[in-house]
């Protein structure tokens, strides 16, 4: 099976908090927001425009969305994704949805990644 990627326009950022911070209200209501909570941390991912000064965060990351919906039966897709990136020695951040998976890679390492997975992947 072929994968169908397209990369979303926006840069983002995945910001830090600590595990009992409430969500912040800039953080509701985005197009696009990962939000994750652990006994040890919170993690929020969204376009880096939204995230106000003085909050932790790695900025400059963009987004390969993998066209679902993805079955929960469908098994490699992390590993197809990720494995030829870090050959490459690109890091990525990888979030998974109900439908579908989106794979992070540093701004600065886009074109490079586009090129790798495009020798498996069609990518719009």
Request: aromatic share 10%.
């Amino acid at each position: 099976m072929k994968l169908t990627l397209s990369i979303l326009p926006e840069k983002f950022g995945i910001c830090h908090f600590s595990e009992n911070s409430p969500i912040p209200d800039w953080a509701k209501d985005i197009a696009f927001c990962s939000i994750t909570r652990t006994t040890e941390e919170l993690s929020i991912v969204c376009p880096q425009e939204k995230i106000p000064g003085g909050i932790m965060a790695e900025k400059d990351w963009r987004i390969f969305k993998v066209q679902g919906p993805l079955g929960f039966t469908l098994t490699g897709i992390v590993s197809s994704l990720s494995k030829p990136l870090a050959e490459a020695e690109i890091s990525i951040f990888y979030i998974s949805t109900y439908e579908t998976d989106y794979v992070l890679v540093e701004e600065k390492n886009l074109e490079k990644a586009k090129e790798i997975l495009s020798g498996f992947c069609e990518i719009k």
